[in-house]
């Protein structure tokens, strides 16, 4: 892969959130490994924004967790034109996918959260906030570590589907949620984290490159310091 | 030139819907256009409500469950594999001349065995087989291990273009050069769940879903599965049904509604066809996904017209028929469209009583034979603002 380039990558965790190799930030107050969607909140937010978060309020915790990544790039995409937001693919990689969700709405259906029962549904949260025309790419893996939207990225950009490519890794399963009917583990990782890499050629950066995408997993593992459900 | 993705054939369908099991039960009421939507009593929520829907009839799960008693209670690995043993008899020759580690499989589906949940939180008794199947990742291993694909196997979770997605991603797994044979399954269930989420949104016609007519009101949910095997072009002798481009896009607009402009379909539409290289007036048919919601149908017609002008070709909505089958519309619909290239024969409309003025006048309300068709669009469209666009074509003997 060193035809292309990662122009932004971002991880967050119980452990911290960070956007390069330096190491993670600490949260304002410590996240636990059980994570509720409630205890992700507008102060997080305000962390990495300063937009009214009452979008990112209404949404579930793995739309949180790609949200946050995504806006955790640090990449203006407002800055770029219409024409090259139309060329910019979202793809996200997940094993347990909405399955926390799903587990909420089964016990108590309500609209507001059906529209979140779906994996695909913070590419969405995405490209409505940043006018992302995608290509688009939704998968549910059993061995996530993101290499299936990465060879597909890579793909788009070597084609020239598109120019750049938000990947996304997503993990969110509380433990109370799971519990609650009784689902092993096996069957579903508990556990929280969401990374973001935009990957591009070299010719198309919005911003100085960070990485060699050669380098590209190695890279992010050392980010997110969680091999095995992260991208 | 040949593109990248247009040396994929198609050798071979199955399916299992409300109109049958077996693609020639399905074909059968695409030629009499007629839906096999029923209305039964259902349990939404805390109320007894009438639902008229596609559902696979109860004597085709009895079936299926006596064959296969391991996998009694996960309907959803009943009937893809159902669908799958349909595609793999049809592609029986080339199977076998395929090592299981150059097999792939992809299975394209939006909620899995979600009974298996609804069942949980009800502290109903669920196989462990069938709770496992509640993760789409596991029902992908399970149906690949099954059907003796020991290559690359993946899932698409996307709404409802994950099928079209599948297909996609098939493709593009043959073209890498991951595999030489991928099968794409495709399913989705009427659930206690699924139910309750659209009927949240209002989203259901209480009386049966009528795509692109002027007094539609809502969508009509399906349930079943669809299988397609995907084959390196080399692989087949006779003239094929090949995927010749496709594309995907986000409107960036809405969750839950399409764009009112259309414009975001017909971006995926364009990426399908530039990928196909062909012009727009190539197409000989247009499958539509034609839900029957007010939104999608006129969203639908605006893209049509933005990419064609004023010359739309022939196109319909087969919902009427099967209802809205989710996770597996996108594999289900292919496989009408790839018979139909076979058959040289446009799909109607069924349901369908005035066409809305808003839809193009190309829209057949009645099947009919085609006098040339060489390219079939594809096309489907999901929450989250999700598009997807696939080209089929047909070889020249």
Request: net charge neutral; charged share 20%; hydrophobic share 45%.
């Amino acid at each position: 892969m060193n035809d292309l380039v990662i122009h932004a990558a971002s991880y967050l965790g119980p452990e911290g959130f960070g956007n390069d190799l330096t190491g993670l930030r600490a949260w304002p107050s410590p996240l636990k490994e059980n994570l509720a969607v409630g205890e992700l909140d507008g102060l997080h937010w305000s962390l990495l924004s300063d937009s009214d978060p009452s979008r990112f309020l209404r949404m579930d915790l793995m739309c949180r967790l790609g949200f946050m990544a995504a806006e955790l790039l640090a990449v203006d995409f407002d800055a770029l034109s219409d024409a090259r937001r139309e060329r910019l693919g979202v793809c996200v990689e997940s094993f347990t996918g909405s399955l926390d969700t799903d587990i909420r709405f089964a016990q108590t259906p309500r609209p507001s959260i059906f529209a979140y029962t779906l994996p695909s549904t913070v590419i969405g949260e995405i490209c409505i906030r940043h006018r992302l025309k995608g290509p688009v790419l939704s998968l549910i893996s059993p061995d996530t570590n993101g290499a299936n939207v990465l060879a597909e990225a890579a793909d788009w950009l070597r084609s020239g589907e598109a120019e750049m490519v938000l990947c996304l890794g997503i993990e969110a399963m509380n433990v109370s949620t799971a519990n609650s009917i009784s689902l092993p583990e096996n069957l579903s990782p508990r556990g929280w984290h969401g990374a973001a890499l935009l990957l591009g050629r070299p010719e198309n950066s919005p911003r100085e490159k960070l990485f060699a995408a050669g380098r590209l997993l190695e890279v992010c593992r050392n980010l997110c310091s969680v091999p095995e459900h992260a991208c | 030139m040949e593109t990248a993705v247009n040396k994929i054939a198609s050798a071979g369908c199955g399916a299992v819907t409300a109109a049958g099991l077996g693609m020639e039960a399905l074909q059968r009421a695409v030629a009499a256009n007629a839906s096999a939507l029923q209305r039964r009593e259902l349990l939404i929520g805390k109320t007894s409500q009438p639902v008229v829907a596609g559902f696979v009839a109860d004597e085709i799960t009895s079936q299926l469950r006596a064959a296969d008693a391991a996998h009694a209670d996960s309907r959803a690995f009943l009937f893809a594999a159902a669908a799958l043993k349909e595609a793999v008899k049809n592609a029986e020759k080339i199977l076998d001349s395929v090592p299981a580690a150059r097999r792939g499989f992809i299975l394209s589906t939006t909620k899995a065995n979600i009974e298996a949940l609804d069942k949980l939180v009800r502290q109903q008794i669920v196989s462990a087989v069938a709770q496992r199947q509640i993760q789409p990742a596991f029902l992908a291993a399970d149906l690949a291990e099954t059907f003796d694909c020991r290559g690359t196997v993946q899932c698409v979770s996307a709404a409802c273009i994950s099928g079209l997605s599948a297909l996609q991603q098939g493709a593009v797994i043959i073209r890498r050069g991951l595999a030489d044979v991928v099968l794409v399954a495709g399913v989705d269930l009427i659930s206690q769940f699924v139910l309750s989420g659209f009927n949240s949104l209002k989203s259901l016609d209480p009386e049966g879903c009528r795509p692109f007519d002027k007094a539609r009101i809502g969508l009509s949910l399906g349930e079943g599965a669809a299988a397609v095997v995907l084959v390196k072009r080399e692989l087949l002798s006779s003239p094929a049904i090949l995927i010749s481009g496709a594309g995907t896009s986000n409107d960036a607009n809405h969750l839950t509604g399409p764009s009112r402009d259309g414009s975001g379909l017909a971006l995926a539409i364009r990426r399908a066809l530039a990928k196909a290289q062909i012009a727009p007036d190539k197409i000989g048919y247009v499958h539509a996904h034609g839900t029957g919601t007010p939104y999608n149908d006129a969203m639908e017609s605006h893209a049509l017209r933005t990419v064609f002008g004023d010359r739309v070709p022939p196109f319909s909505s087969s919902k009427g028929i099967f209802g809205h089958t989710l996770g597996a519309a996108g594999v289900l619909e292919t496989a009408l469209c790839v018979a139909a290239l076979q058959n040289n024969f446009l799909l109607g409309t069924p349901r369908l009583r005035e066409r809305d003025p808003v839809a193009p006048d190309s829209l057949l309300a009645e099947p009919r034979a085609a006098l040339k068709l060489d390219f079939i669009l594809k096309i489907n469209c999901g929450f989250g603002g999700t598009n997807a666009a696939l080209v089929l074509k047909r070889e020249s003997p």
